[in-house]
């Protein structure tokens, strides 16, 4: 049995520059992961099989359209693989989310079907597979802090934030991805900063997205005010397409006392205390 981690993805600043005739929009943005998220787990099986476990599960089911078992598939025909896994899929993190969930879960998937028939990690085949299962996924299969273009899957690496304190909490609004980049207004707002460590360019950046998401999830406003009156909080926005939002805190202190507070005054809201590299 093989494990792999499927980490949250946060964009520490989204910005959409230009709707593409493919339907896409060119942005960019700046990647960071956190330490947890969701699990997949793999093992050598005579058919094919897909279960789904977590607390989130009842919201996934063990669909056959899945990323993951859309990952596998791909991965098996791409490498001319015969034999089957079972693969389950532990959700931890909210579907429909910002953080990747699904894009996450795809690029565990290839991961861990990489380490099992001893496929190079950074395999220009692999990378391809990610592209074609989503725009998220080659950033995720990456897994550490990128500069993303083009789709926000041309990536070029950056330092990270060094493990850095984070609290991540969603109201339980799932939001469609490709409803909120409809929604976005078609201004291009400029570049994100060139210049500086990737915690001052996220800081001077924005999300594009955040206006579309509060008309669909009006808790995002709500989540963020929240979020922004913690002491310690050096930044506060939504990540991708919302409705989860991030706050970072240098000290773990804070977050901590940032999530008793979020628990005590909205005890339905998702909440992910943990730490971004
Ligand atoms: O690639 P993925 O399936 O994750 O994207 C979901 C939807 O989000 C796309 O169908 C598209 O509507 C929107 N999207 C976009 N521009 C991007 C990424 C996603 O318009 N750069």
Redo the contacts with the bound molecule.
Sequence with gaps: MLTETAPAKINLALHVRARRPD?????ETLFVFARDGDRVSLADADTSAFTVGGPFAGVVGPDADNLVVRAAAAFRAAFGIAQHHAITLDKYLPVASGIGGG?ADAAATLRALARRHDVAADDARLVALAVGL???VPACLLGRAAFGSG??DALTPIAGLGDMPVLLVNPLVPVS??AI??GWDGVDRGAIPNGGDTLARGIAGRNDLQPAAERVAPQVAQVLAILRERPGAVLARMSG?GATCFALFPDAADRDAAAAVVAAEQPGWWRLASVVA
């Design positions: 339907g896409y929009h060119d942005l894009s989503g725009a998220d789709r926000g991805t490709a980049f409809a397409s």
